[in-house]
């Protein structure tokens, strides 16, 4: 088990979100869509251009950019 | 006695669907007054009841981040409805029982629509209903908003809840140890001094506070500044403490604190999944293929491309018919009213002004119309996913790229609709950005004026002057976005967390209703002002008339050649047709001389033509002559009225928009004119204020201030510009 930055993770890889170190609108729309501590999710890719990212929950699909996920640690299975 | 209800729900829960199938046809949108979020209201009668319906806007929650979320808020608190409607999505149930949870904590009268069972029920997702009922202490009634299963049901359950009148009961959730310590001293002081009592439950202000709602936070000050600050010294307190012991801050708790509530009463029988969380959905195959990053932007180019097709060719047939409509109407009144000021004011100033503003109808209703079908079938957020990267160098929003496309993206959109369609972006910032800079792309009244001086000038290779004027437009627009959100409109980008909605069918019904919302909205309120403008400039361009003497001149060389024909052949001129005499010809197009020199004249005589003639001095710097000055102004109206102005200013009589070669040959053969004027004047023409049926649409969407920043940036904006390329052209000696 290690923890990497949600920017870090690949395509189809799973984990479960540890941290999420962000306050204001932006802290705030993340939480609301449902991604908090202890949140399985697996990425389902990726924009052409490499950024946003597309995440899967367990019933939704939420995209989010390269620097909004840095705010955002995740234990992933090595 | 009628009752008040109010639909609450996440955006894409199924909020419209429900309205329209409980309402009908018996709805009004409207704004909220400032700003561009819908306001639904609509009528029913269920049990003998009279119900006033409104559909607040769709949001994730209820802080005060968001034009929607303080809307939806306002109206709870403001309005007070007996009843509200928490419609939820059953195949996403936790994420959405987290504004339900919000709604409770308020203490709103709340039933809870449990929407979409029927994708739950596909996807292998069971709820218990009468579990869920029980844990939130609210009825919960299953429905299929789509076909109107359970509607009945959810009505009846409704009017008894709102028939109840009990006041209202916010729900208490466990915040943890340390944040309901800190709640409760909130909780003494707000009681004991009835701080905001009157709008919203104590426990509910103290949570904010400690969430820092901007909102609610500076409304306390004004109050009660003693209490606002009291209550500001235990938030600073307890956040110090939660930011020393575990390193977050109370609202990341709180956030926490309402899922765990939501994911433990879940598991107590409300929910059961048949298959394991892996499982792939239609939606994520589909996906696999449209957002693939090889193929998808292909499959996004070629959806784009056929939106454009649809709004700009299909609604071709009926723009056709109502121009000629208003033509055959313009035709009418020349019969019928002698000539004079009345007959120019009712034929140029209203009829065009009206027709100027229907012509614009089948354009918008056939663009929102497609927009609807991107938006409701989830598409659209694809796209926002897939441009993103590229819009936000610019400093906007990948929703960004749908308002460029229509407004000329590719060359012969149109800004009006364009416009329109920032309604789709989410961000303040972003959509005003996207708003004013949309106007610099090629709309097809351009593409007139464009195509006649490449015509003039740069006969040789017209199609790659096109491509080349048409990726101007882009860069232009993009670093003017650009210019924008690091001056005016500088602010953080807005956040992209979003959804990606599961792809579904849109609904013919649902298409339909959308679409005519929004053309009738445009209808509405761009209408009036369009006329009035349209009346104003005509007046500019006609008064004051020609001095009398003058007419008289003008009167007495038509005289002459008249007299000088002899009777003879005068009698002919009267017969319509084309196969007159040689000498009838010749007089008849003399006579046609006469009159252009006269239009020309009485133009330069007006408002417009002093006005132009004035500017000749500041003008000159580009190139432009006085004639150019005129048309441009007249392009304020519409751009293509500059190429009929042109034709007046340079005599050349009526001068069809669509056939302008000998215009085009005037020009090449007129000193004033050269290579470099003509780069210039495109250049010009491009990029300076927008028409003011745009105008207009950006007023109504922003407000008259912006609207009046951007005919005076694009103006002065593009003035550089031309003065730029000329004064440069000229000195390289390429004129
Ligand atoms: N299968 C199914 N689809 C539904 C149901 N209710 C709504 N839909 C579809 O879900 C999509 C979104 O519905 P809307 O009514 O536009 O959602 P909304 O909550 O108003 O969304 P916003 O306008 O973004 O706030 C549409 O394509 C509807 O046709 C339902 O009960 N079952």
Same mark, same amino acid.
């Given at each position: 088990m290690?923890?990497? %930055?949600? *920017?870090?993770?690949?395509?189809?890889?799973?984990?479960?979100?540890?941290t +999420?170190?962000v306050t #204001?609108? %932006?802290g *705030?729309r993340?939480r609301?869509?449902g991604?908090i501590?202890g949140t399985? +999710?697996?990425?389902c #890719?990726r924009?052409p251009?490499n950024?946003?990212?597309?995440?899967?929950?367990q019933d939704s699909t +939420?995209?989010?950019?390269?620097?909004?996920?840095?705010h955002?640690?995740v234990?992933?299975?090595? | 006695?009628?009752?008040?209800?109010?639909l609450a729900g996440?955006?894409n829960?199924?909020k419209?669907?429900?309205?329209?199938?409980l309402?009908?046809a018996?709805q009004?949108?409207?704004?909220?007054?400032g700003?561009?979020?819908?306001?639904k209201e609509?009528?029913?009668?269920?049990?003998?009841e009279?119900i006033?319906?409104?559909?607040?806007?769709?949001?994730?929650?209820m802080?005060a981040?968001?034009?929607?979320?303080?809307?939806a808020?306002?109206?709870?608190v403001?309005?007070r409805?007996?009843v509200?409607?928490?419609?939820?999505?059953?195949?996403?149930?936790?994420?959405n029982l987290?504004?339900?949870c919000?709604l409770?904590e308020l203490?709103?009268?709340?039933?809870?629509?449990?929407?979409?069972?029927?994708?739950a029920?596909?996807?292998?997702?069971?709820?218990?209903?009468a579990?869920?009922?029980?844990?939130?202490?609210?009825?919960v009634?299953p429905?299929?908003?789509?076909?109107?299963?359970?509607t009945?049901a959810?009505?009846?359950?409704?009017?008894?809840v709102?028939?109840?009148n009990?006041?209202?009961?916010?729900l208490?959730?466990?915040y943890?140890d340390?944040l309901?310590?800190?709640?409760?001293e909130?909780?003494?002081?707000?009681?004991d001094r009835r701080?905001?009592?009157?709008?919203?439950p104590?426990?509910?202000?103290?949570?904010?506070?400690l969430?820092n709602?901007?909102?609610?936070?500076e409304?306390?000050?004004?109050?009660?500044?003693?209490?606002?600050r009291r209550?500001q010294m235990l938030?600073?307190k307890?956040t110090?403490h939660?930011?020393?012991?575990?390193d977050?801050?109370p609202?990341?708790?709180?956030a926490?604190?309402?899922?765990?509530?939501i994911?433990?009463?879940?598991?107590?029988?409300?929910i059961?999944?048949?298959?394991?969380?892996?499982?792939?959905y239609?939606?994520?195959?589909?996906?696999?293929v449209l957002?693939?990053?090889l193929?998808?932007?292909?499959?996004?180019?070629?959806i784009?491309?056929?939106?454009?097709q649809?709004?700009?060719?299909?609604s071709?047939?009926?723009?056709?018919w109502?121009?000629?409509?208003f033509s055959?109407l313009?035709?009418?009144?020349?019969e019928i009213?002698?000539?004079?000021?009345?007959r120019?004011?009712v034929?140029s100033?209203v009829?065009?002004?009206v027709?100027?503003?229907?012509?614009f109808v089948?354009?918008?209703?056939?663009?929102?119309?497609?927009?609807?079908?991107?938006?409701?079938?989830?598409?659209?957020a694809?796209?926002a996913f897939?441009m993103?990267?590229?819009?936000r160098?610019?400093?906007?929003?990948?929703?960004?790229?749908?308002?460029?496309?229509?407004?000329?993206g590719?060359?012969?959109?149109?800004?009006?609709p364009?416009?329109?369609?920032?309604?789709?972006?989410?961000?303040?910032?972003e959509?005003m950005?996207?708003l004013?800079t949309v106007p610099?792309?090629?709309?097809?009244?351009k593409l007139p004026?464009l195509?006649l001086?490449?015509?003039?000038f740069?006969s040789?290779?017209r199609?790659q002057?096109?491509f080349?004027f048409?990726?101007?437009?882009?860069l232009?627009?993009?670093?003017?976005?650009?210019?924008?959100?690091?001056t005016v409109?500088?602010?953080?980008?807005?956040?992209?967390v979003?959804?990606?909605p599961p792809?579904?069918?849109?609904t013919v019904?649902?298409?339909?209703?959308h679409?005519?919302?929004r053309?009738?909205q445009?209808?509405k309120?761009?209408?009036?002002v369009?006329?009035g403008?349209?009346?104003?400039?005509?007046?500019?361009?006609?008064?004051?008339?020609l001095p009398?003497?003058?007419?008289?001149?003008?009167?007495?060389k038509?005289q002459a050649?008249l007299?000088?024909?002899g009777?003879e052949?005068v009698a002919?001129?009267?017969?319509q047709?084309?196969?007159?005499?040689?000498e009838?010809?010749?007089?008849?197009?003399?006579l046609?001389a006469?009159?252009n020199?006269?239009?020309?004249?009485a133009?330069?005589?007006?408002?417009?033509?002093?006005?132009g003639t004035?500017?000749?001095?500041?003008s000159?710097?580009?190139g432009f002559?006085w004639?150019?000055?005129?048309?441009?102004l007249?392009?304020?109206?519409?751009?293509e009225v500059i190429v009929?102005?042109?034709?007046?200013?340079?005599?050349?009589g009526?001068?069809d928009?669509?056939?302008?070669q000998s215009?085009?040959e005037?020009?090449?053969?007129d000193?004033?004119?050269?290579?470099?004027v003509?780069?210039?004047?495109m250049?010009?023409?491009?990029?300076?204020?927008?028409?003011f049926?745009t105008?207009v649409c950006?007023?109504?969407?922003?407000?008259?201030k912006?609207a009046?920043f951007?005919?005076?940036?694009?103006?002065?904006?593009a003035?550089a510009l031309a003065?730029?390329?000329?004064?440069?052209?000229m000195?390289?000696?390429?004129?």
């Open positions: 290690s923890t990497i %930055l949600l *920017r870090h993770m690949v395509k189809h890889q799973r984990g479960t979100i540890v +999420i170190n #204001g609108e %932006l *705030r993340i609301e869509m991604l501590p399985e +999710i697996a990425i #890719g924009a251009l950024d946003p990212i597309a995440l899967r929950l +939420i995209t989010l950019r390269n620097n909004e996920a840095d955002i640690l234990q992933v299975e090595p | 006695m009628q009752l008040k209800m109010a996440n955006p829960a199924g419209t669907t429900l309205f329209n199938q309402t009908g018996r009004h949108v409207g704004n909220y007054p700003i561009t979020v819908d306001h609509g009528r029913l009668s269920h049990g003998g009279t006033i319906v409104t559909d607040l806007p769709g949001t994730y929650s802080t981040y968001s034009a929607e979320e303080l809307v808020r306002d109206y709870l403001n309005n409805p007996q509200v409607i928490n419609i939820v999505d059953a195949s996403n149930l936790e994420r987290y504004l339900t919000q409770l203490g709103v009268p709340l039933v809870v629509a449990l929407n979409m069972v029927d994708v029920e596909s996807r292998g997702i069971e709820i218990n209903s579990a869920l009922s029980r844990h939130l202490q609210v009825p009634v429905i299929v908003a789509r076909s109107g299963l359970g009945e959810l009505l009846d359950a409704a009017i008894a709102a028939r109840e009990r006041p209202w009961t916010p208490t959730i466990s943890g340390d309901d310590a800190a709640l409760a909130m909780l003494a002081i707000i009681s701080f905001l009592a009157d709008t919203y104590p426990r509910y202000t103290a949570i904010k506070y969430e709602d901007q909102q609610l936070v409304r306390g000050e004004k109050t009660d500044a003693e209490a606002a209550l938030v600073d307890s110090d939660t930011r020393r012991t575990l977050v801050y609202e990341a708790i709180i926490d604190q309402r899922y765990g509530y994911k433990s009463l879940l598991r107590q029988g409300v059961s999944r048949k298959y394991d969380a892996d499982r792939l239609t939606s994520d195959r589909i996906d696999k957002t693939n990053r193929v998808g932007p292909l499959i996004m180019l070629a784009l491309f056929a939106l454009y649809f709004t700009f060719s299909w071709e047939v009926p723009v056709s109502l121009e000629n409509g055959w313009g035709d009418k009144v020349e009213l002698p000539e004079g000021i009345l120019s004011l034929i100033g009829i065009d002004g027709g100027g503003v229907l012509g089948p354009l918008i209703m056939f663009m929102f119309f497609g927009i609807a079908v991107l938006e409701d079938s989830g598409y659209l694809r796209v897939m993103d990267r590229v819009f160098i610019f400093g906007l929003h990948g929703s960004s790229v749908m308002p460029f496309i229509v407004s000329g590719i060359a012969g959109g149109c800004a009006v364009g416009v329109m369609a920032t309604r789709t972006l989410r961000s303040p910032k959509r950005a996207t004013l610099f792309m090629n709309c097809g009244a004026v195509a001086l490449i015509g003039a740069f040789e290779d199609a002057y096109m080349f048409t990726m101007l437009a882009w232009v627009a993009m670093l003017a976005a650009k210019l924008l959100r690091s409109l500088r602010g953080a980008p807005t956040p992209f979003m959804e990606l792809y579904r069918l849109p019904r649902g298409l339909l209703i679409t005519w919302e053309t009738y445009y209808i309120k761009a209408g009036t369009i006329l403008i349209s009346i104003l400039l005509w007046a500019m361009m006609t008064f004051p008339h009398d003497a003058e007419q008289a001149e003008f009167a007495a038509r050649i007299a000088e024909a009777a052949i002919l001129l009267d017969q047709g084309d196969d007159l005499p040689v009838a010809a010749a007089v008849r197009e003399r046609a006469i009159d020199d006269q239009a020309e004249a133009l330069r005589h007006s408002l417009a033509g002093t006005i004035a500017m000749e001095p500041v000159r710097l580009a002559d004639r150019t000055d005129i048309a441009l007249g392009g304020f109206a519409a751009k009929s102005t042109l034709g007046t200013a340079y005599s050349m009526e001068v928009v669509e056939e302008s215009l085009s005037r020009l090449k053969a000193d004033n004119w050269n290579r470099v003509a780069v210039a004047a250049i010009f023409i491009m990029f300076y204020s927008p028409c049926v105008l950006i007023a109504k969407e922003a407000s008259w912006w009046a951007s005919m005076g940036f694009n103006t002065i904006f003035f003065v730029a390329v000329y004064q440069l052209g000195f390289f000696g390429l004129g």
